[in-house]
Nanobody
Framework: VQLQASGGGLVNTGGSLRLSCVAS????????MGWFRQAPGKERELVVA???????YYAESVKGRFTISRDNAKNTLYLQMNNLKPDDTAVYYC??????????????????WGQGTQVTVSS
């Protein structure tokens, strides 16, 4: 499985961005998917995740502002980010689990990673 993330950029506080992650390979619809982010000097953290049966998990810091979705017909994962804040500045990575994995909350739950896309929110 290969993952290609895109859609990052520079935006002002309060702005919006939509990230996309296109997956190649098999069984996209059967995999859990997640968006992580890593800011300079910080650990990579899980932002949002969606299971193969579309259950979702949101970090408290992004609830009400970010929305994860998936289009299995297009093998694509999305992250709609609204009301962006400077603290959201980071490199964002998409990641995929092995098929039918139910645990999505740890980095070790994910077997495949995209290359990352930079999101910068100016104050």
């Amino acid at each position: 499985v290969q993952l290609q993330a895109s859609g990052g950029g520079l935006v002002n506080t309060g702005g919006s961005l939509r990230l996309s992650c296109v997956a190649s390979g098999r069984a996209f619809s059967n995999r859990g998917m997640g968006w992580f982010r890593q800011a300079p000097g910080k650990e990579r953290e899980l932002v949002v995740a969606i299971s193969y049966c579309r259950q979702t998990y949101y970090a408290e810091s992004v609830k009400g502002r970010f929305t994860i979705s998936r289009d299995n017909a297009k093998n694509t994962l999305y992250l709609q980010m609204n009301n962006l804040k400077p603290d959201d500045t980071a490199v964002y990575y998409c990641a995929a689990t092995s098929p039918y994995r139910s645990s999505l909350s740890e980095r070790t739950d994910y077997d495949y990673w995209g290359q990352g896309t930079q999101v910068t929110v100016s104050s």
